[in-house]
């Protein structure tokens, strides 16, 4: 299984085209596509990032497209595709909506995305917030809580080593059904829980093997992450592996000439990894980046800038 433990920060990146939400989608993204995707991520493969991430969405109702945009890629087409052109970097979904299908259909997916990727899968989950997207796929939207605490339980069984697995709930209920292909990694993939409320805290902490914490401000994550880690010592977790992530703020390395927005951290390297030390001291073992850019060709750049200049001095002391 894929694990990110403590004693150096692994990074990361939310892919750009594949959700053009306007809270961070940059202008140029609008028209660009598969070969912009293909670049980014085979950039990210060759400089040493940890994973590339793909949201979900299925349907975007028009009360919110024009925040969200109706631009949302599939993540098994898209994470499958990226995986054709690169070797090492593992294939993240941020985060794929489980309760709106079937695990045994979200199982066959998956764990054939990480067989055709030769193990480098890390399946993160969430419960999903458009209640139209629930609704016209005839899934009980105020019970999603709920339907994704059993979700993860149905799909670690699903995803395990078993050709025939077996799991018995409330909503779903299978055995005598056989899978191939499984997983590669074992005993199954990762499941990272995404979430911030107090109720996804727990289920990360209790369910997952890792937790995806969404747009909290770095102040509030110290005790978030203590309460996992009470949690998983209550519950004779704490000596397992779990992969605590973090969402760090938008970064541009170097001086900017144009306009990175008064919330970007941006400057020389040391300024940058000093900005970002923080994260480790508080459990953080995974930080999620997003790199301000006018074209495809300055995200690449910024790509290569991080990992060959920040990088190196993030687990300073």
């Known amino acids: 299984m894929l694990t990110f433990p403590p004693g150096r920060t692994a990074y990361g990146i939310q892919l750009p085209v594949q959700s053009q939400s306007t809270l961070y989608a940059e202008p140029w993204e609008a028209a660009a596509g598969p070969a912009e995707l293909e670049a980014v991520a085979r950039a990210a493969d060759r400089h040493g990032y940890a994973y590339i991430g793909c949201c979900d969405h299925v349907a975007v109702p028009r009360r919110l497209a024009g925040v969200m945009s ?80 059993e979700s993860v339980d149905a799909l670690k069984a699903a995803l395990g080593e078993e050709e025939f697995p077996s799991f018995a709930g ?45 747009g909290d401000p770095r102040e509030a994550l110290p005790p978030k992450i203590d309460r996992i880690r009470r949690l998983r010592a209550a519950a004779g977790l704490a000596a397992e592996p779990f992969t605590v992530g973090a969402l760090a703020g938008p970064l541009y390395i170097g001086r900017p000439v144009w306009d990175v927005g008064r919330r970007t951290c941006h400057g020389a390297p040391a300024t940058v990894a000093e900005a970002l030390r923080p994260y480790r001291a508080m459990g953080v073992t995974q930080l999620q980046l997003r790199f301000r850019s006018r074209c495809a060709e300055e995200l690449l750049d910024q790509l290569a800038l991080f990992a060959q200049d920040v990088a190196p001095l993030l687990d300073e002391r």
């Open 70 to 149: 109706t631009v949302w890629y599939d993540p098994v087409a898209t994470l499958a595709f990226l995986a054709a052109v690169t070797e090492r970097v593992a294939l993240l979904s941020h985060v794929a909506v489980v309760g709106l299908r079937h695990p045994l259909a979200v199982a066959k997916q998956y764990a054939t995305l990480d067989r055709l990727s030769a193990g480098r899968l890390v399946l993160g989950v969430g419960a999903g917030h458009v209640r139209e997207e629930f609704e016209a796929l005839g899934v009980d939207f105020a019970a999603r809580g709920a339907l994704l605490d």
């Open 170 to 214: 409330s909503r779903y209920a299978f055995a005598g059904l056989g899978q191939q292909p499984r997983p590669v990694q074992r005993p199954r993939p990762p499941l990272w829980v995404g979430g911030s409320s107090p109720r996804a805290v727990r289920r990360a902490a209790l369910r997952g093997d890792g937790w995806l914490p969404q």
